[in-house]
């Protein structure tokens, strides 16, 4: 049974960049996909990318070209998601999430217990 | 377009029958997936692909699709399916996107 663990809630001035990280156990990390949504105070979800550690090439929402890495280290599945350039928009919990995918459909399961990110100064 | 819409809020008599719905293009390509969110914590998988629920999921959740407009029926809803549901699917290009969520009311 795959879990995903993430790192704890940060604190952070605006222009500052973010990593927040997502530890998997169970299950072939390598082979599965991982997401990051985040969601504002009181808002949606909003997808901001994801990576398949295997092929290592992440995508990202055009949202967040240029801001955000996706990486991951296979040696200790972990998944990592970079996001640069904050600002108080930016505040918000930050989810990790295994995607599956088939032809016709993908899901999410499971999903990190989220990492607050205040933007503050 | 890659957008999914849903109604803000739908609320339901105890043990009653409801349904949340979630339109877009991208529907009548791909199938949703359904998400339950309750306060302070992170979402939960209902439903999967054309009508497939997760391991420990209660049978009273089930999903349907039709055209560009996809379903999340809850048969006797419970006190505790009150919370917010989100759908979400892929577009053509692989990017994903979700609705902007249903806050669920159970009377």
């Known amino acids: 049974q795959v879990q995903l663990v993430q790192s704890g809630a940060e604190v952070k001035k605006p222009g500052s960049s973010v990593k927040v990280s997502c530890k998997a156990s169970?299950?072939?990390?390598?082979?599965?996909?991982i997401s990051w949504v985040r969601q504002a105070p009181g808002q949606g979800l909003e997808w901001m990318g994801g990576?398949?550690?295997?092929?290592?090439?992440?995508n990202y929402a055009q949202k967040f070209q240029g801001r955000v890495t996706i990486t991951t280290d296979e040696s200790t599945s972990t998944a990592y998601m970079e996001l640069s350039s904050l600002r108080s928009e930016d505040t918000a919990v930050y989810y990790c999430?295994?995607?599956?995918?088939?032809?016709?459909?993908?899901?999410?399961?499971?999903w990190g217990q989220g990492t607050l990110v205040t933007v503050s100064s | 377009s890659s957008e999914l819409t849903q109604d803000p809020a739908v609320s339901v008599a105890l043990g009653q029958t409801v349904r949340i719905t979630c339109q877009g293009d991208?529907?009548?390509?791909?199938?949703a997936s359904w998400y339950q969110q309750k306060p302070g914590q992170a979402p939960v998988l209902v439903i999967y692909g054309k009508n497939n629920r997760p391991s420990g999921i209660p049978d009273r959740f089930s999903g349907s699709s039709s055209g560009n407009t996809a379903s999340l029926t809850i048969t006797g809803a419970q006190a505790e399916d009150e919370a917010d549901y989100y759908c979400?699917?892929?577009?053509?290009?692989?990017?994903?996107?979700f609705g902007g969520g249903t806050k669920l009311t159970v009377l």
């Open positions: 991208s529907l009548r390509s791909y199938y």
């Open positions: 990576i398949i550690p295997i092929f290592g090439t992440a």
């Open positions: 979400n699917s892929r577009d053509s290009s692989g990017n994903q996107v």
């Open positions: 999430a295994r995607k599956v995918r088939s032809v016709l459909e993908n899901w999410f399961d499971p």
């Open positions: 169970g299950g072939t990390f390598s082979s599965y996909a």
